[in-house]
């Protein structure tokens, strides 16, 4: 863990109102730890209104030392229902497409923009997104993944800030937070609309070269 995280971390304390910690030096800051206590911190979250249809929190899930962190959207209903991200059909096809290109879901870490579900699968509204980003920034800083890849478009539009199709979004890799960072297709897309799994493969072979050679 860098300077910056340990710096952020105490700063997350000092806002928690813990004035005074004791540093045993011969303790390492274990990121899975801290990764854990923060969703125990959050998972009662209300400061959007998705709370109110929320039956399980989704905060993230995967290897907190991951060197590829895959973003999309927001929880579904299997999702909210187990408490986990990608578990339905859409994370089944998400398993498969990483184990064609030999990673498994135990090496990655998984997490959305939103944490609770968006009743009846709608985009997350502006405030939402907005109330929740704080999270996946603070996941971001501490798993220090060195690439990232976003899936869906509106994962797309709210980090990286650039209003285009998806399509348009493919066809680069981008900059975000000093992180080379990929957009495809979402799995649940991918599952409406099979015969784009030729593109998205051609991203996901892209997305292997770079993640080999780091
Ligand atoms: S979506 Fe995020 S900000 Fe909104 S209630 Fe859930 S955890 Fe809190």
Redesign the pocket.
């Known amino acids: 863990m860098n300077n910056d995280t340990i710096k952020q971390y105490l700063e997350y304390l000092k806002l928690s109102g813990i004035q005074d910690i004791f540093i045993n030096p011969k303790k390492q800051i274990n990121k899975a730890e801290l990764l854990q206590e923060l969703e125990k911190k959050?998972?009662n979250?209300?400061?959007?209104?998705?709370?109110t249809g929320?039956h399980k929190?989704v905060?993230g899930n995967g290897n907190a030392d991951a060197r590829l962190m895959i973003i999309g959207e927001?929880p579904g209903a299997e999702e909210n229902r187990l408490g986990k991200v990608f578990v339905g059909r859409s994370g089944q096809l998400l398993t498969k497409m990483l184990n064609a290109i030999n990673l498994s879901r135990e090496e990655i870490y998984i997490s959305n923009i939103?944490?609770?579900r968006?009743p009846g699968n709608r985009n997350?509204l502006p405030e939402?997104k907005k109330?929740?980003l704080p999270?996946l920034d603070e996941q971001i800083s501490i798993i220090q993944p060195e690439l990232i890849l976003l899936v869906g478009k509106v994962a797309a539009v709210t980090l990286l800030e650039i209003d285009q199709t998806l399509k348009a979004f493919r066809e680069r890799t981008y900059t975000f937070r000093g992180i080379k960072t990929y957009v495809s297709y979402h799995p649940s897309a991918l599952l409406r609309n099979p015969h784009w799994k030729k593109f998205a493969w051609i991203d996901l072979q892209k997305l292997q070269k770079d993640y080999l050679a780091l």
Do not use: I, N, Q, T
């Open positions: 959050y998972c979250c209300k400061k959007c209104e998705l709370h929320r929190f905060y927001g939103v944490k609770c968006p997350p939402e109330a929740c999270y």
